[in-house]
C-alpha cells in the first residue's frame, strides 16, 4: 500500500532525523523570547538522546529507528508554552534517568544499585516537583515483573528516597533554613481541587493530542505485544502503565497538567514510534497520516494563540 511505503520509509528513513532537527530548531527561532528558553532547548536534546539511549540499549524496537524521538522533538516544540524555563522542566529529564536504570535492573544479578539510583532519581525530581515522588508506588510494582524484587533491593529503594532529602535536610539545618525542607513534604500531601478553569485552550488541545496518541497506541501495542520478546513486552507495559496512571493524575489534578504533559509524551512517543515503524496495515498507514497532520495543526494552532491571543 502507498500509505504504508510513505509510513515505512519516513519510520525507517536517514533523513527524517535531520529533518525533524531543522523544523524543530526553526520553530524554536520562531518563537524564542528570552535565554531562559534556550536552557528548555537543551533538555528537550537531552530528553531526546536519552531517548536514543534507551532505545538502543534495550531494543525497544526491534527495527533501527528514531520514530519515537522524531515524534517526541515534534510535540514538545510545539508546546509553546512550556518553553519559558522553569525548575519543573528537568522532571521528565528525572523521570527518564530512574526508567533507565530501572530497565537495567531487569533479572540482574546485582539489581539493588540500578533500583537504588532509580528512585534516587524520582526523589531528586521530587525536591523541584514533590508530587514526582508518586511514581514511587509504580516503581515498586515493576520490580515484580522486572524480577529485581528483593530484600536487598526493597531497601536500596528506600535508601534512594533518603539520600535527597537527608543532603537537603544538612544542608537546611547548617544554614537554619528547616522551612526550606519542609516546603517538598508539605507539597506532597496536597490535594488540590479538581478545576479546569486555569488551563488555557492550548494546554487542553495539547494534553488531548498527547492522550489520544498515548491510548490508541497502547491499545494497539497490547493487541500486538505477542510478537515481541517477553523483556520487551514488559518495558513496553511499564510505559502503557506509567502513560495511563500520568493521564488519570492529570485529570484529577489539573494543576499537575503541565508538569506531567512531557511525561506523558514520552510514553506516547516511545508507543507510536513502535506502531509506525512495526507495523504496516491499513490501521497503522491512515494512523499515522493523521497524526502527521494533527501535529501540523496542533503547532499551527498553538503558534498562533501564543502571537495572536491577546
Request: hydrophobic share 55%.
Amino acid at each position: 500500500m502507498n500509505l504504508n511505503r510513505f509510513q515505512i520509509q519516513v519510520a525507517t528513513g536517514r533523513l527524517t532525523l535531520p529533518v525533524v532537527i531543522l523544523i524543530c530548531l526553526l520553530l524554536w527561532g520562531i518563537t524564542f523570547q528570552e535565554w531562559k528558553d534556550c536552557i528548555y532547548l537543551a533538555i528537550t536534546a537531552i530528553i531526546g538522546y536519552m531517548m536514543i539511549e534507551i532505545n538502543t540499549a534495550f531494543t525497544l524496537i526491534r527495527t533501527r529507528t528514531t520514530m519515537p524521538v522524531c515524534i517526541f522533538w515534534m510535540i514538545a516544540t510545539s508546546l509553546f508554552f512550556l518553553h519559558p524555563f522553569e525548575w519543573e522542566n528537568l522532571v521528565p529529564l528525572a523521570f527518564l534517568l530512574s526508567v533507565y536504570q530501572l530497565f537495567r535492573s531487569y533479572e540482574s544479578n546485582s539489581p539493588a544499585i540500578p533500583i537504588y539510583h532509580a528512585f534516587f532519581f524520582i526523589s531528586l525530581g521530587s525536591l523541584v516537583f514533590p508530587p514526582f515522588i508518586y511514581f514511587s508506588p509504580i516503581l515498586w510494582g515493576s520490580m515484580i515483573p522486572f524480577r529485581s524484587l528483593s530484600g536487598k533491593s526493597l531497601l536500596a529503594s528506600l535508601l534512594g528516597i533518603i539520600t535527597p532529602y537527608w543532603f537537603l535536610f544538612g544542608y537546611c539545618f547548617y544554614f537554619d533554613q528547616i522551612p526550606l525542607f519542609l516546603a517538598p513534604l508539605q507539597e506532597m500531601i496536597l490535594f488540590y481541587p479538581i478545576d479546569y478553569g486555569h488551563l488555557t485552550i492550548s494546554e487542553i488541545a495539547s494534553w488531548g493530542t498527547i492522550t489520544l496518541l498515548l491510548i490508541i497506541s497502547g491499545f494497539h501495542y497490547w493487541q500486538m505485544s505477542y510478537m515481541d520478546k517477553t523483556r520487551t513486552r514488559i518495558y513496553h507495559s511499564f510505559l502503557v502503565i506509567v502513560g495511563l496512571y500520568v493521564t488519570l493524575w492529570s485529570i484529577l489534578q489539573p494543576n499537575y497538567m503541565r508538569e506531567l504533559m512531557v511525561i506523558e509524551l514520552i510514553c506516547a512517543s516511545f508507543l507510536s514510534g513502535h506502531l509506525f515503524t512495526l507495523t504496516r496495515n491499513r490501521f497503522s498507514g491512515i494512523f499515522f497520516i493523521v497524526t502527521f497532520i494533527t501535529i501540523i495543526l496542533l503547532t499551527i494552532f498553538n503558534l498562533w494563540m501564543q502571537f495572536f491571543n491577546f
